[in-house]
């Protein structure tokens, strides 16, 4: 297995587990579980054992190994600086072993299965890809400057599709020059990659790449800091050379704008980082610019925030196989429970994964009327 | 080889002692200054021995070129006279030893040679280093912070290798035989210190500002003035080289920064302090550092602009702290050029 | 067994218990190179109430109970010797109260240090608790009952010394508070009353489960500076550290030592840390240290490194992150040490121990040494990196600990939170009337036995 080589070389300190001042736990699944083996150290070494034959495959050892949400905060504090890059890589080239053993968790298996067969994980026809956009009037994609692409989540959840018809609204709202794919777009593949499952996730590269050659798409600006990443960083540049965005660094570039917009009333808000847009491409800023351009707002930081952001246990996959779960200890629940201590009256997100799981959230700690979660541009467009 | 381009004669004809008068810590009378010379010439202990703080500023103040200070260093190391505690300077002397790492690379002009700073390469960018090689490492580094240890010996020992390194794996067989130093120590070692220590030298060195003064030429057209007001911190191996001092001046013209008129400047620049703690004289180092960076404050300074790294990290943080901005010359000189500071 | 699990599960909830192989695996075993030993179960309680009724589980079915913390000892003490249940207990980590005025922090046993640490920054800037220089994940229960040590022991010891008060679940069963807690509202101290603490500090979990302590806290002065003393004669080194602790201004007094880089081989570093309320009052305290060594400084025998402030960064943190990185030395995640509590004298003695050993057994090392309190004591350290996936070298290092834990012994330490074969070398030396003493004491608190059994065993 590749990376297999660094597994040895955990030392299980445990600085995986937290943010830079300690002040919490900063892993979602050692936060939630709270047993050693679903910490990152703890997988570090229960791989390791597994490879040498000292442990069977077994649900608990799947559960253990997909139950890690990818947010990369052990990559960032681990103090091993040698190997700390390659601890998340070790931990998808084992997904992807036991993709091929056929031994992940059912919810693993469900989720490639749909994506597979219907090309997201709703099993919705494709047909419906476009539907989000219904009524906005955007245009198609025929060479604008950027190719807007909202993903699974942005073109089929509920939640998903109101930030993606609130993102194109004010992007057309601006004059920002962008097309879209419609019923014709296909899944970005992140959190297929994040699963183990190559196979998928070449095949639409593949399919991704043949669609911008078709259409010489030059930007492609997403909605999900998950696709950004994975077009960004993954996607082969060489055949077919293309920028990358997230709309948080689209909208930044249009903070004159924004700032001449009505002001608002005093409003009080604190935002959450995206691991796929902040920790993994350490974009901290962009959405901050954004956040500070609305006249009336006034920011306050969360104590873990930029690379120290708490994860909201939407990524790994989990978003969709839920294997964090619910329950008090929940990541989302514990990231709610730290904005509403900022006294922010508005948790601001930039990420359609965290929307719904935070929202979540925010209902199954009762605090709906005291803070509310809002993506940027539904902040930026409600009082405006 | 043993000895320096020293001359008791000239020494003994002396009527000024300017080496021991003009010193800013010794402090001394003619008479006095009288004395302890005749003593150091007579190959005795003399308090200069114990007292001097290894500021270089000798180096500048003799009239005759006549190499003071080296010359003291020698009577230290003879003598046993330690400037550092013995564990201090042994250590340094370990950590700063050649590692026999270095390989032959193809370089071109222009060649800019690091050091052992390689925290600093970074920095070598830009419309001023279009095109530039640079070259860094423990193989080729200078050693002339021996002078502050009481241990010319490790000169002698590790500086003819040194210049061999360069020259051979570098610049013999890319046929370059300009060699820029980007601090004034590197400089001073191959145009003061090596011929007065009788070490050849096949390369032409050629100081950075004298670089940057020409490379500012080039782009004149570039320049956006700073219209600011700087502080000059000189570095005690500028004492060195001396003729470097108008440069600074040009510089500072085509950019458009005010070098601030201020007490501890030109030939009353005042050391960085971070030998006097090797020496273990905090109060001194303190009491330095404050007058140093009072002197710059009260100039009304926007930035401290440095060409020694080590005076660098030892007040970049004070400076810092006193609102004015530490930077290095050629980081400035790229502010003038629009192209900003690396990460800003 | 079945019926074990089930009651466990009653207890805290099946979320909180495991009998599955992925947990036996990871808590058989520590960082550290002492073998693995299975437990059955591994339970994570939240309160102290789920504590006393696995407690009394276990006195029933007679089954071993383990209480463990970070698991960061690298001794292998929160293994389970003898089978049973390990208790995790970093689930319980409330900070319960700090009272400002009396310096004190009334915290849950599973509390990591870290998290004490970013607490008392946000909520209490001007105090701050000792942390020691284990990972932030080391919890304030296991770290005070093994007598650690931090960056505050020159100023006021070890851990131990700096404990208020304890609530304690007996083997038995029963939940005892201990110190001025059991007679006032207030964790103030253990004084006036007979104090039973010592009850519980370095025996290993044999004669309870700790589940709150109250800790000193002291002032967090907000001007920090740390001279290093540099000298290449260990002999001089107990001098240095009976002046500088002399003048009692520092907060730490540590020596480092190590033959990696090449720079260091040979050279004993002492880092003296201070802090101060006012830059003027740093500038005094620095001034102080140093003319308490300027005998040695006068005579160029050893002087304070001039590092410029940005290398001193690394000295200044608390935990130094750079003190787990010698896991990697030999890319192979693992390090372990004998911490030897001995006088300052025999520091020159345990260094070329240290050197020595190392050397015949082929391994490389670390060394160093935290002074406790006015020099009343020192924890001089022999840390061994090995590779973990090298059965030699983790073979390598273990028998350096053996022999080192020998060495402490014979030149008159004790090895700190001994593992299990140290802990026979010290129960072969020490006074049978002290052994005794602790088979009663054991016998009396833990009639069945059920104690994290294997350690302290004078049976």
Not at chain 2, 161 to 179: F, M, Q, R, T
Request: aromatic share 10%; net charge neutral.
């Amino acid at each position: 297995m590749e990376f297999a080589d660094i597994l040895h070389r955990c030392f299980r300190c445990g600085y995986c587990k937290f943010p830079n001042n300690y002040q919490d736990f900063n892993c979602p699944s050692y936060s939630k579980f709270r047993f050693e083996t679903y910490s990152p150290g703890g997988r570090m070494w229960l791989l390791r054992a597994w490879l040498n034959g000292e442990m069977k495959t077994s649900p608990r050892l799947a559960e253990i190994l997909f139950s890690c949400a990818t947010c990369g905060n052990c990559v960032e504090h681990c103090v091993f600086p040698k190997f700390k890059d390659d601890i998340l890589h070790a931990f998808l080239a084992a997904r992807e072993e036991m993709v091929n053993r056929g031994t992940v968790p059912p919810a693993v298996r469900d989720y490639l299965k749909a994506l597979q067969i219907h090309g997201n994980p709703y099993k919705l026809p494709a047909s419906e890809r476009g539907n989000w956009e219904h009524g906005l009037n955007l245009e198609s994609y025929s060479g604008q400057e950027y190719l807007f692409h909202a993903g699974c989540v942005g073109s089929l959840d509920e939640r998903g599709m109101k930030m993606a018809r609130s993102v194109a609204g004010l992007l057309k709202g601006l004059g920002v020059s962008f097309g879209v794919l419609g019923a014709d777009e296909n899944c970005d593949g992140n959190e297929a990659r994040s699963l183990g499952e190559k196979g998928v996730f070449q095949s639409l590269v593949e399919q991704n790449i043949r669609e911008f050659q078709k259409r010489d798409v030059k930007k492609v600006m997403t909605l999900s800091p998950h696709a950004y990443h994975a077009f960004k960083n993954d996607y082969p540049k060489d055949s077919h050379p293309f920028e990358v965005f997230h709309y948080t660094q689209v909208l930044a570039m249009q903070a004159k704008k924004l700032s001449a917009l009505p002001a608002h009333s005093p409003l009080r808000v604190t935002y959450h980082d995206p691991c796929y847009l902040g920790r993994h491409n350490k974009e901290y800023q962009a959405p901050r610019k954004v956040l500070k351009s609305i006249s009336g707002l006034q920011l306050m930081e969360m104590g873990r925030v930029k690379e120290n952001a708490f994860c909201c246990g939407g990524g790994g996959g989990n978003f969709f196989t839920d294997l964090l779960g619910s329950g008090p200890e929940s990541p989302a629940r514990a990231r709610v429970r730290e904005a509403v201590d900022t006294g922010a009256s508005v948790l601001a997100v930039a990420c359609p994964n965290c929307a719904k799981m935070l929202e979540d959230a925010v209902k199954a700690e009762n605090l709906e009327g005291k803070i509310a979660v809002k993506e940027i541009s539904e902040i930026i467009q409600e009082k405006a | 080889m043993e000895g320096i381009k020293f001359s008791r004669e000239v020494c003994e004809a002396c009527k000024t002692y300017d080496c021991l008068t003009r010193c800013q810590y010794l402090k001394m009378d003619l008479q006095t200054a009288r004395e302890e010379r005749k003593r150091l010439l007579r190959g005795e202990k003399s308090r200069v021995l114990e007292e001097c703080v290894t500021c270089y500023a000798c180096e500048e103040y003799c009239p005759y070129g006549n190499h003071p200070f080296y010359n003291l260093v020698d009577q230290q190391e003879k003598l046993g006279v330690w400037p550092v505690p013995q564990p201090i300077t042994k250590q340094q002397v370990l950590m700063m030893a050649p590692r026999g790492k270095i390989t032959p690379k193809k370089v071109q002009s222009p060649v800019v040679n690091m050091c052992y700073f390689p925290m600093l390469t970074g920095s070598i960018r830009g419309k001023l280093f279009e095109g530039a090689s640079t070259i860094v490492g423990s193989d080729i580094f200078c050693n002339v912070m021996w002078l502050h240890f009481g241990k010319n010996s490790v000169i002698r020992e590790r500086l003819p290798e040194v210049i061999a390194n360069i020259w051979e794996h570098y610049l013999k067989d890319s046929g370059v035989k300009e060699l820029i130093c980007f601090h004034d120590e590197c400089y001073g070692t191959y145009t003061h210190l090596a011929p007065a220590f009788g070490i050849p030298v096949p390369f032409k060195p050629i100081h950075i500002f004298d670089y940057l003064n020409k490379r500012l030429d080039e782009l004149k057209d570039q320049i956006k003035p700073l219209g600011q007001k700087v502080a000059y911190q000189r570095s005690c191996s500028n004492r060195l080289v001396p003729e470097t001092q108008p440069w600074v001046d040009e510089i500072f013209r085509k950019i458009g920064a005010e070098r601030m008129e201020r007490k501890y400047d030109r030939e009353n620049a005042l050391c960085c302090g971070a030998v006097f703690r090797a020496q273990q004289q905090d109060d001194l180092a303190d009491d330095v550092q404050k007058r140093n960076l009072d002197d710059m404050a009260a100039a009304g300074a926007k930035f401290c602009v440095f060409s020694c790294p080590a005076c660098l990290f030892t007040l970049g943080e004070s400076v810092l702290k006193r609102g004015i901005m530490p930077i290095l010359m050629n980081d400035l000189c790229q502010i003038a050029l629009g192209e900003g500071m690396k990460g800003g | 067994m079945e019926d074990i699990y089930k009651e466990l599960t009653q207890i805290v909830g099946a979320a909180y218990v495991s009998n599955q192989p992925e947990e036996r695996f990871i808590y058989s075993r520590d960082p550290g190179t002492m073998e693995p030993r299975e437990p059955d179960y591994v339970v994570l309680p939240a309160t102290t109430d789920e504590v006393q009724k696995i407690v009394l589980l276990a006195n029933r079915k007679k089954v071993p109970l383990v209480p463990m913390g970070g698991g960061l000892v690298l001794s292998g003490l929160s293994r389970a010797l003898k089978g049973g249940i390990v208790l995790d207990l970093k689930r319980m980590n409330r900070i319960l109260e700090v009272n400002e005025r009396s310096r004190y922090a009334l915290v849950e046993a599973g509390t990591s240090q870290g998290m004490l640490q970013a607490y008392l920054k946000k909520n209490y800037p001007t105090l701050k608790h000792s942390v020691p220089d284990s990972p932030p994940m080391a919890t304030i229960g296991g770290n005070v009952l093994i007598h650690g040590s931090g960056h505050l022991s020159h100023a006021a010891g070890f851990h131990s010394e700096m404990l208020n008060g304890l609530e304690v679940v007996l083997p038995t069963g029963e939940v005892v508070k201990i110190g001025s807690c059991s007679t006032s509202p207030y964790w103030f101290g253990r004084a006036p009353l007979p104090d039973l603490a010592g009850l519980f500090l370095g025996w290993f979990g044999t004669t309870g489960v700790v589940t709150k302590l109250a800790i000193k806290l002291y002032p967090n002065r907000p001007y920090q500076d740390v001279g290093v003393f540099v000298t290449e004669d260990p002999e001089l080194v107990p001098e240095v550290f009976y002046q500088a602790t002399g003048v009692q201004v520092a907060e730490d007094i540590t020596a480092w030592m190590t033959p990696k880089p090449d720079w260091a081989k040979g050279f004993q570093h002492i880092n003296i840390n201070y802090a101060a309320d006012t830059p003027e009052e740093l500038i005094w305290k620095r001034n102080l240290i140093r003319a308490s060594l300027k005998r040695l400084i006068g005579q160029k025998v050893g002087g304070f490194l001039p590092l410029p402030p940005p290398m001193k960064k690394n000295f200044l943190e608390a935990p130094q992150t750079t003190l787990a990185q010698f896991a990697d030395v030999r890319k192979g995640g693992g390090f372990e040490y004998v911490g030897g509590i001995m006088p300052i004298d025999l520091f020159p003695r345990a260094y070329r121990a240290g050197i020595e050993i190392a050397a015949r057994q082929g391994t490389t090392y670390s060394t160093g040494a935290r002074i406790i309190g006015l020099a009343h004591c020192m924890m001089f350290f022999f840390a061994y990196p090995f590779n973990r996936a090298d059965e030699s070298d983790v073979d390598r290092a273990r028998r350096a600990l053996e022999e080192t834990n020998r060495a402490v012994l014979n030149m008159g330490g004790i090895p700190w939170k001994a593992e299990a074969p140290a802990q026979k070398q010290i129960i072969g030396r020490m006074d049978p009337h002290t052994l005794g003493l602790i088979t009663r004491v054991r016998s009396m608190l833990d009639p069945q036995g059920i104690m994290n059994p294997g350690n302290w065993e004078v049976r």
